[in-house]
Structures are given as C-alpha cells and as structure tokens.
C-alpha cells in the first residue's frame, strides 16, 4: 500500500489565516446548533507545552470541531487516511495541517504510518497540540471502548526523539452530549489532568511495548473517568431510565429548581452508573429484577407511542413538575406562547419537513446524525427560509421581508423549546392519543412509574449511606 503524503505542519501555536476563518464559520455553527457547551478544566490546557488531546470519540466529525474550538492554538488532527481522498474536504485537512493515519482494519493490516509520525514529532517539537481520537473509529454507544496505543506511541516517540527532553503530556478528554444526534441539546467537555509521558521515558528506553501497554491503559483509565461509561450496552436504557426516575425524586426534594448545566448531569448519570454497579455486585438478584421492571415499563411506554429508548444524558430535569405553581406557571407559558410557537412552526414547516425526509432516506447512523443534520439542516434552512424572504420581499416589500426575515430563527427556537415543554408533559399528539386510546394501561404505567421511584429513593438512600459509612481510604 502506499501511503498517504503527511502534509508540512503548519507553524504551532498560531493558527492560520484559514484555520481561523474556519474556526470562527464552525462556531457560528456550533453555537446555533448546541444549546449550551460547557467546559471544564480548561485550565489543564497549557498554551506553552507540546500535548496531545486525546479524546473518546461519539459523535463523527462534531468532535475534532468541538475540540478546534476550545484550544486556542491551531490543532493538527490525526484523521484516518480515507478522508484526504475525499474531494475538497481533503484538500483542507491538509490545507489545517491535519496528519493522515492508516487504519490496519482499513488496509488489510499492511499500514505505514512513519510519515504521520514524523509530522507528529514535527508539530510536538514546536510546542504544537495534536487531537487524536484513541478509540480508532466513531460509535453508538455511551462507553469508552478499548483506546489504542496510537496516542502513546506518537507521545514516547516524540519524547525519545528529544533524548527525553520534551516536555509533552497527554491531555485526557471527556466528550459528553446530552443528546447527541440533537439540534439545541448540550455538551459538557472535560478536560482531565495531563498525562506526563516524561514517567515512561525511563521504560521505554528498556522495555518499549511495556511503556506504550502502560501509558495506553492510564489513559484509558483516564478516559473513562471523564466520559460516561455504561459497561454493557443493554443496560443503557435502563440507566436512562433511572436518570429519568432519579430526576423526578430530586425535583421532590427540591432540588435543581432551575435544571442542571451539562456538567451536573454528566455528574449524576456517573453516580447513577457506579450505583448501578454497586447494587450488582451486592445483590445481583435484585439487580436483575429491577432490571426486568425497567425493561418491562420502557416496552410498554414504546407500545403506547410513548418513546422508551432515550440517551442517558437526555433527562434535564427543567421542566417546571413540582408543585401546583409550577404546574400553573407551565399551563400559563403554553396558553400563551401556542400562537408564537405555530408562527415558529408554520414558517420552519418547509425546512423541517424536508430535513426529516432525507434523514429518513439516507438513514445514518446515531453517531453520524449530528453532523447529517448540522451540514444539512444549515443548507435547508438558509436556502428555503431565503426563497420565503424572498417571496414576501416581492408581495409586501422590502420593509416587512426584513422583519419577516428578523422573526424565523427566533420563532424557531421559540417553538423548539414549546414543543420540548409540551412533551415533558405529554402535551402531544402521541400523548394525548395514549390518554385517550389507552386510558386504563396508562394509569397503569403512572402506577408502576411510582412504584419504581419509590424504590429507586430507598436504594438510592442505601447507596448513599454506605458511602457516608464508607472508612476514609
């Protein structure tokens, strides 16, 4: 096979005139599609020292953008080395500096990849930051998967280039999306403690393969302490359920009045995945049984039309539940914002429809959504909400297209978060039909939907106790 010609690494630490063009298209970009993106530990970013951002990798291209965003040095991406091919996108992945890596799954085992190592070590020398994702592809599912001794072996190889003298590190991080394939859902990026490759020189000099296995698993470890980790990907419904459920007990103690940020969820669903383990490992039978509840209750809410398959993270907790004020308030905000949101709906009705229908028809995967619907959507959008510009502008003028045109994102965004609202409270046309077709097994779910909270605050104050009774380590 002949290998991908890495291109010249572009100088480190200032990005190019094209790459901040880019960067400030793609934040335009990113700000419209995600709601909010929260970062933490942005203060591990060191702007004088060579690193290595190594991410886990959920959702396709979204990542590497999202990444681009937050370190203000220019990046040089580790992308495998069928994208180069692609027209026109490759021609600016190498125009960014970005080094291409061959796949041996993509090359039947027969790679070469001494020219991206050599960019590598091009770009670490001069202070540079390089982002390569560990877990060798993007995937479905809320967990880190095995990491790859890529990142380590570009990290010691660098390292044992300098005699040991570069100081490089490698920068965990966490990449969590509330719900992913989502337009105005949240992001919480965690950035943990470096990782300094000087600890491994000494191995490495000795023993290579024991330095790269060593390095390789504190990252993984690292990894897995920053991004959520579901173990087994069945139980992913079942721990978005009891993310559901745990929310509902905590509004009842009166907390999170105001909703959680995406850092705060990302926290809960973590606590909620280590007592999950916690209640196996000490009583599997109950742990099966209530499994079996979780799956029965989320069969019968998908035979209701009711949705039953949610991301973990989806849950926010902001809708207003508790109480009958809030309830109140609720009813008031959707009386009274019903004819905006129907603006909001009826002028985006073309954009939206026609995006549902391609995404139907193209069908991509979960983890390539995001990026179907940011690339797709913005064309849509832009293209069609212009042709309706354009046709007031010719029946009522430029004046009113102008206002006209200063209302459809503001309206859309309106209706969004209506219609988010009606659905928490199964304001909906699926929720309404279930009420009205299926009164009896709806009470019956309500039922059972108490009985498992109900349970879930007794062993959530269980588990809460033993960490309190817990010696001190």
Same mark, same amino acid.
């Given at each position: 096979m002949e290998p991908v010609t890495p291109p010249s690494a572009p100088r480190p630490g200032t990005p190019s005139r094209l790459y901040r063009g %880019?960067?400030?298209?793609?934040?335009?970009?990113?700000?419209?599609?995600?709601?909010?993106?929260?970062?933490?530990?942005?203060?591990? %970013?060191?702007? $004088?020292? =060579?690193a290595i951002l190594a991410s886990n990798h959920p959702n396709s291209i979204i990542d590497p953008l999202l990444l681009g965003l937050i370190e203000r040095r220019q990046v040089a991406f580790c992308a495998r080395d069928g994208l180069f091919k692609v027209p026109i996108f490759g021609r600016v992945l190498r125009s960014v500096g970005a080094i291409p890596i061959s796949r041996p799954t993509d090359h039947a085992g027969k790679v070469d990849n001494a020219g991206a190592f050599a960019a590598a070590r091009e770009v670490l020398s001069g202070g540079?930051?390089?982002?390569?994702?560990?877990?060798?592809?993007?995937?479905?599912?809320?967990?880190?998967?095995?990491?790859?001794?890529?990142?380590?072996?570009?990290?010691?190889? /660098?390292?044992? /280039?300098?005699?040991?003298?570069? &100081?490089?590190?490698?920068?965990?991080v966490g990449l969590n999306y509330l719900v992913r394939q989502a337009f105005r859902s949240d992001v919480?990026?965690?950035? *943990?403690?470096?990782?300094?490759?000087?600890?491994? @020189?000494?191995?490495? /000099?000795? &023993?290579?393969?024991?330095?790269?296995?060593?390095?390789?698993?504190?990252?993984?470890?690292?990894?897995?302490?920053?991004?959520?980790?579901?173990?087994?990907?069945?139980?992913?419904?079942?721990?978005?359920? @009891?993310?559901?459920?745990?929310?509902?007990?905590?509004?009842?103690?009166?907390?999170?009045? *105001?909703?959680?940020? =995406?850092?705060?969820?990302?926290?809960?669903?973590?606590?909620?995945v280590e007592a999950y383990r916690w209640l196996q490992e000490l009583d599997p039978e109950q742990t099966a049984v209530l499994r079996r509840r979780l799956q029965r209750y989320l069969d019968e809410r998908s035979g209701l039309g009711l949705g039953g398959n949610s991301n973990a993270l989806q849950h926010r907790g902001q809708s207003a539940r508790g109480g009958a004020g809030g309830w109140r308030a609720t009813r008031r905000y959707l009386v009274l914002g019903a004819p905006v949101a129907a603006y909001g709906m009826l002028n985006s009705a073309l =954009?939206?429809?026609?995006?549902?229908?391609?995404?139907?028809?193209?069908? =991509?995967?979960?983890?390539?959504?995001?990026?179907?619907?940011?690339?797709?959507?913005?064309?849509?959008?832009?293209?069609?909400?212009?042709?309706?510009?354009?046709?007031?502008?010719?029946?009522? *003028?430029?004046?009113? /297209?102008?206002?006209? $045109?200063?209302?459809?994102?503001?309206?859309?965004l309106f209706a969004l978060r209506y219609m988010t609202e009606a659905r928490l409270h199964r304001l909906t046309l699926s929720g309404l039909r279930a009420w009205w077709e299926h009164g009896d097994r709806l009470e019956s779910l309500r039922r059972e939907r108490d009985a498992l909270r109900a349970d879930l605050a007794a062993l959530r104050e269980r588990y809460l106790a033993q960490l309190t009774d817990a010696p001190a380590a």
């Amino acid at each position: 096979m002949e290998p991908v010609t890495p291109p010249s690494a572009p100088r480190p630490g200032t990005p190019s005139r094209l790459y901040r063009g %880019l960067r400030a298209t793609v934040r335009a970009g990113m700000k419209a599609f995600y709601r909010t993106i929260e970062v933490t530990g942005s203060e591990h %970013l060191d702007g $004088a020292r =060579p690193a290595i951002l190594a991410s886990n990798h959920p959702n396709s291209i979204i990542d590497p953008l999202l990444l681009g965003l937050i370190e203000r040095r220019q990046v040089a991406f580790c992308a495998r080395d069928g994208l180069f091919k692609v027209p026109i996108f490759g021609r600016v992945l190498r125009s960014v500096g970005a080094i291409p890596i061959s796949r041996p799954t993509d090359h039947a085992g027969k790679v070469d990849n001494a020219g991206a190592f050599a960019a590598a070590r091009e770009v670490l020398s001069g202070g540079g930051v390089i982002s390569i994702f560990p877990e060798g592809r993007t995937h479905q599912n809320l967990k880190v998967h095995q990491v790859k001794t890529g990142a380590a072996r570009i990290a010691l190889d /660098a390292a044992a /280039a300098t005699g040991g003298d570069l &100081d490089v590190a490698i920068v965990p991080v966490g990449l969590n999306y509330l719900v992913r394939q989502a337009f105005r859902s949240d992001v919480h990026v965690a950035f *943990g403690e470096p990782i300094p490759v000087a600890e491994f @020189v000494a191995l490495n /000099a000795t &023993d290579p393969r024991a330095a790269v296995r060593a390095l390789t698993a504190r990252l993984e470890e690292a990894l897995r302490e920053l991004a959520i980790h579901v173990e087994e990907d069945e139980d992913e419904r079942i721990i978005a359920q @009891v993310t559901s459920l745990i929310v509902d007990i905590r509004a009842e103690e009166g907390l999170d009045a *105001g909703g959680q940020t =995406p850092a705060e969820r990302t926290a809960l669903v973590r606590r909620i995945v280590e007592a999950y383990r916690w209640l196996q490992e000490l009583d599997p039978e109950q742990t099966a049984v209530l499994r079996r509840r979780l799956q029965r209750y989320l069969d019968e809410r998908s035979g209701l039309g009711l949705g039953g398959n949610s991301n973990a993270l989806q849950h926010r907790g902001q809708s207003a539940r508790g109480g009958a004020g809030g309830w109140r308030a609720t009813r008031r905000y959707l009386v009274l914002g019903a004819p905006v949101a129907a603006y909001g709906m009826l002028n985006s009705a073309l =954009p939206y429809l026609t995006l549902r229908g391609l995404l139907r028809v193209a069908d =991509p995967r979960r983890d390539r959504q995001a990026l179907f619907k940011f690339l797709t959507g913005a064309a849509l959008y832009g293209g069609l909400w212009g042709a309706q510009v354009i046709v007031v502008a010719g029946a009522l *003028g430029p004046v009113v /297209a102008i206002v006209y $045109a200063a209302t459809l994102p503001t309206s859309a965004l309106f209706a969004l978060r209506y219609m988010t609202e009606a659905r928490l409270h199964r304001l909906t046309l699926s929720g309404l039909r279930a009420w009205w077709e299926h009164g009896d097994r709806l009470e019956s779910l309500r039922r059972e939907r108490d009985a498992l909270r109900a349970d879930l605050a007794a062993l959530r104050e269980r588990y809460l106790a033993q960490l309190t009774d817990a010696p001190a380590a």
